[in-house]
């Protein structure tokens, strides 16, 4: 670690960034004791201090008013106890998942969660990351059995066990997940993993807004791994079977029977990298409105979309994301709302602008969360939902 | 002219909001419910409603929140923790009368449910559409909803399914002032901190859930039943880890022991060997291509495990009967002593030999007897002592006993409650997982839903129980509380 903050630049916090505003300053802890230090002399100085991983989901939030200092902690990745009998390891937040992932390959065995390449076990965890096993595996909140963390105040918390089954207290971890580091600092989590997949046969579908909905409910009813849609921009739709041979045999059979264009796709990969483009909007609505709410939203104009059909979240992407983008945000979140969805912008005319809806009264009692676990307001301030 | 007590206005106010017969306050009418079943603490009420709506659930906090009474929700009282107790007395909260089924949408396997409507109706209901609700408790024929959410509830085939929290969207959700506030909804992935997730397991204590959003999920194509039959504990154990490492997941992996054995063959004559150490209930669910293949590999490995006989269900008769043996087994003990007491403790299973061997240690010890039915896939032990409660020596040696197994379960990175929750039973065991800064934070969250702590007060934490244990009834309860300090 270096010195104290002294409002100057510290090398390399010029590269970390939210939504443009650079990092004035940035550390790299080596252990939890150096992490303490650093959330003390947030406290002494009030800084604003923002946990990173790989940082491939800082476009998640609203913009800070500052960016004091950025906690990269990919030094802590150090992968610790792993049972492969129990179904439990435990693994330093700064671990990539794709470490962890080619770890436990070694044993058949897979933690079902996704992020861009870089990404870190305690950044998906905060950011509630999920990719396209969302619909058959759920996310972090569902994978997560323990951690260590540290709270704003300074308070070391032991979450959770190293057990896949506990309902000991208030479940703390569930709440971590999904805070953007508002609460607390991952350094250590315990995951419960799953055996790996003995086979996985992904099949694409070219096909129409309008056609999707028909293969995802397919897709469903069959028992599919993921049932993702593309629009690059020629709409498609990729389902994967994942499991036994003989029932992924059969499933791939059922569907091929029924859309005899599907043609058999490469192993579906993971996430792509963050998008270049301007404009980066998410959303979410009850999975059978989601190919009607592309629809609507398409109307107004071209855009990108990755779609988790059977989850009923999508991301929405434009290459113009500046000012002139206001209108069609504006439209979209209309479109999004009256279908009882809800949305977030991670790129665009962000600044100034609240990046999550529509507004929620439960935000309300996130707020309070927050002022309890971080009194003095120096974890992750502004970001959440509601501005906090 | 004659005031009334405080309470007397209070439940006069109750009676004007909700008609005389749904405001119980008579000692006999209160009578029944006086504890859950941890039938060792007992305490009544000082009054019990029965709401009908979110807005009488609102409406009788927001009395009670102006009275300074405390507010226990109940649901079926089938929780083992005394989370149902009414500890402080205050009013009972009783959801009988919000069993109601609001909706159900097939298309995105979801429904919305009151949380007095009982788990097992919920799955019966949507079974034609090829959709089940999937905790399934072995409670099931009488539990709530509002109570697996409470408690986050278990069940057999959470192994391969989830658990409560895995299965729930929104709530509705009255806090102790009687505000009444949405948390998450119908779709996934909400933006902000998952207050849902942080309400299921919290044991009542941040407030009345009056609906409930869960997700169904599909009801399995086929499914292979088999019964393992092991000539020691040992063996039985060993066959766990063997089917965990083979990379099967099964959807549900139960042991039951001698005692148990023989209690529910006595009970329900599914055939099961009176002389087996142990049995092994494996299921397999899925796709039914490849499912046979699988259960020969199962089999297989049992029988390497030192399994002397694998059976598989005939049919769905007797695999019905099976689960039945399996699910009402706690109660077919009632013929060995008047009372039992069911522990709940978890481990990792690779270490179950070990503990096992550990637990029929203790209740040597302690001179008593203890039977093991439990979910042994996810280590998730309920090793249930038979005593007599009318003997208080032996129930003291029944709480040290348990006490001694929760803490062995501690030290191997386990947890003191896999599904039955903290209640007043385990509270002072929470310090064998939590320091006094995870208790601080825990406590200050409860604090921002329940600022006064009027909500099931006594609960769940240990620092506001203090000074209440000394106040419930019953030299049980008394005994019981005094052993667990
Ligand atoms: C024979 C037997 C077998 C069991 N098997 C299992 C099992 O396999 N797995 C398992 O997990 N449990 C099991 N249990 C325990 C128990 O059945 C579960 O905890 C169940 O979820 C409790 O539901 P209930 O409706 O009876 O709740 P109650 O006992 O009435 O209440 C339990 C807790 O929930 C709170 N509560 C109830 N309703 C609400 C509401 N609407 N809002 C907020 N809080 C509320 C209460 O205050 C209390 O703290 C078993 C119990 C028995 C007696």
Redesign the interface.
């Known amino acids: 670690m270096s010195g104290p903050v002294a409002g100057g630049w510290s090398p390399g916090a010029a590269d970390v960034a939210i939504d443009g505003l650079p990092a004035r300053r940035i550390e790299r802890p080596e252990s939890e004791a150096e992490v303490a230090e650093l959330v003390a002399r947030a406290r002494r100085d009030r800084l604003n201090l923002v946990p990173i991983g790989g940082g491939t989901a800082l476009s998640i939030g609203n913009v800070p008013r500052r960016f004091d200092l950025a906690v990269d902690l990919r030094n802590l990745d150090q992968i610790g106890a792993y ?6 390891v435990t693994a330093q937040a700064g671990t990539r998942l794709s470490d962890l992932d080619t770890f436990l390959a070694a044993s ?1 065995q897979v933690l079902p969660l996704e992020g861009p390449p870089g990404a870190t076990l305690g950044g998906i965890a905060a950011a ?1 990351q999920a990719g396209r096993h ?1 619909f058959s595996r ?2 972090p ?2 994978w997560l059995i323990g951690a260590r963390a540290l ?1 704003g105040d300074g ?5 959770g ?12 971890g ?2 971590l ?3 953007l580091g508002s ?1 607390a600092i991952f350094t250590e989590l315990t995951f419960k993993v ?3 997949p ?1 086979t996985a046969a992904v099949w694409r579908i070219a096909t129409t807004l309008a056609g999707a909905e028909s293969i995802r ?1 397919l897709a469903v ?1 069959l ?1 599919a791994a993921s049932i993702e849609l593309t629009a690059r921009p020629e709409i498609a739709v990729e389902v994967a079977f994942e ?5 992924v ?3 791939s059979e059922r569907l091929v029977a029924r859309f005899a264009r599907a043609e058999q796709a490469d192993a579906a990969g993971g996430p792509e990298a963050p998008s270049s483009q301007e404009l980066v909007w998410t959303f ?5 409105r989601l190919c009607r709410a592309l629809e609507r939203c398409l109307a107004g104009g071209p855009a990108g979309v990755a779609a988790h059909l059977g ?3 999508a991301t929405l992407t434009a290459a113009s994301g500046g000012p002139e983008a206001v209108g069609r945000l504006q439209a979209w979140s209309f479109e999004i709302e009256a279908l ?3 949305w ?1 912008l991670e790129r665009g005319p962000k600044d100034g602008r609240e990046c ?1 809806g529509p507004t ?4 309300a ?2 707020a ?2 927050k002022k ?2 971080d009194p003095d307001g120096i974890l992750s301030v502004g970001r ?3 501005g906090f | 002219m004659h005031e009334l007590s405080p309470m007397k206005a209070f439940i006069a106010s109750l009676e004007k909001l909700l008609g005389r017969d749904r405001v119980l306050h008579t000692p006999a009418a209160r009578m029944a419910y006086e504890c859950d079943a941890l039938t060792i603490a007992k305490h009544r009420p000082d009054v019990v409603v029965l709401p009908e709506s979110t807005q009488e659930v609102s409406a009788v906090c927001k009395l009670a929140h102006a009275t300074g009474v405390a507010v226990v929700p109940r649901g079926a009282g089938t929780g083992l923790s005394g989370g149902a107790l009414a500890a402080d007395g205050g009013v009972m909260i009783a959801t009988a009368r919000m069993n109601r089924i609001l909706a159900v ?1 097939v ?2 396997r ?1 429904a919305v449910v009151q949380p007095g409507l009982v788990n097992t109706p919920l799955s019966e209901a949507v079974r034609s559409e090829g959709l089940g609700f999937a905790p399934d408790p072995s409670s099931q024929f009488a539990c709530t909803l509002g109570g697996n959410v409470a ?2 509830a ?1 069940g057999p085939h ?1 192994l391969k399914y ?2 409560t ?2 299965h729930v969207l929104g709530l509705t959700v009255v806090r102790s002032d009687g505000s009444i ?15 849902v ?2 309400f ?3 044991e009542g204590t941040l407030g009345v859930a009056t609906e409930i959003v869960v997700k169904l999920v ?1 009801l399995p194509e086929a499914v292979r039943t088999m019964l393992a039959v092991f000539d020691s504990i040992a063996h039985a154990s060993d066959a766990v ?1 063997a089917l ?2 083979s ?3 099964p959807a549900a992996l139960e042991m039951m022991d001698n005692l148990v054995i023989r209690a529910v063959e006595a009970a329900y004559g599914f055939g099961f060997p009176l002389d087996a150490a142990a049995v092994l209930i494996v299921e397999l669910d ?6 046979d ?2 259960a020969v590999r199962a089999s297989d490995i049992l029988k390497a495990s030192g399994a002397r006989e694998v059976r598989l269900a005939k049919d769905e008769a007797d695999r019905q009967l099976l689960w039945k043996s399996r699910k009402r087994a706690v109660g077919a003990l009632g013929r060995y002593a008047p009372a039992h007491a069911t522990q709940d403790g ?5 270490k179950l030999p070990e503990v096992l061997a550990q637990i029929a240690r203790i209740a040597d010890r302690y001179r008593i007897r203890i039977a093991n039915v439990f ?1 042994a896939g ?3 032990l309920h090793p249930i002592a038979l005593f007599d409660d009318r003997d208080e020596d032996e129930i003291r040696r029944v709480i040290a006993a348990g006490g001694e197994i929760l803490r062995l379960c501690a030290s191997l ?10 209640g007043i039973e ?1 509270l002072a065991h ?1 310090e064998l ?3 006094p ?2 208790l ?3 406590d ?6 329940d600022p006064e702590g009027l909500m099931n007060p006594g609960k ?2 240990p620092q506001r129980a203090c000074g209440e244990v000394a106040r419930f009834s019953g030299a049980t309860a008394r005994a019981q509380l005094g052993g667990l300090r």
């Open positions: 049972s492969a009998p129990d179904l439990v058949s509630e969302r759920g996310t909140r569902d709270t308070r070391w918390l032991k979450i066990a190293k057990v896949v089954k506990n309902v000991a207290g208030y479940d703390v569930r709440l997940c999904g805070s609460l799953a055996p790996r003995q409910q009813h028992g499991g036994e041979p003989d029932a045999a059969w499933q979410g609505v009850l999975p059978d989850s009923g979240i009882g969805g809800w977030r999550f929620r009264a439960e935000w009692i996130a309070e969360i309890a676990m959440m939902p509601g | 949408d298309p995105n979801r408690e986050n278990g959470t989830g658990v929290t895995n506030v949405t948390l998450g909804g119908t779709a996934e992935g909400l933006p902000g901190y998952d207050l997730g942080l299921v397991g919290s599909a880890g965990i490492r990379g099967i997941v899925g796709l039914a291509a490849g499912l293949r699988q978890v481990i990792p299973p690779s979910h996810d280590g998730n990175g386990g947890s003191i409650t896999g599904e039955h929750g903290i385990k929470m997982l939590f320091g800064d995870d601080f934070i825990q200050a969250i409860r604090r921002i839903w769940l934490l």
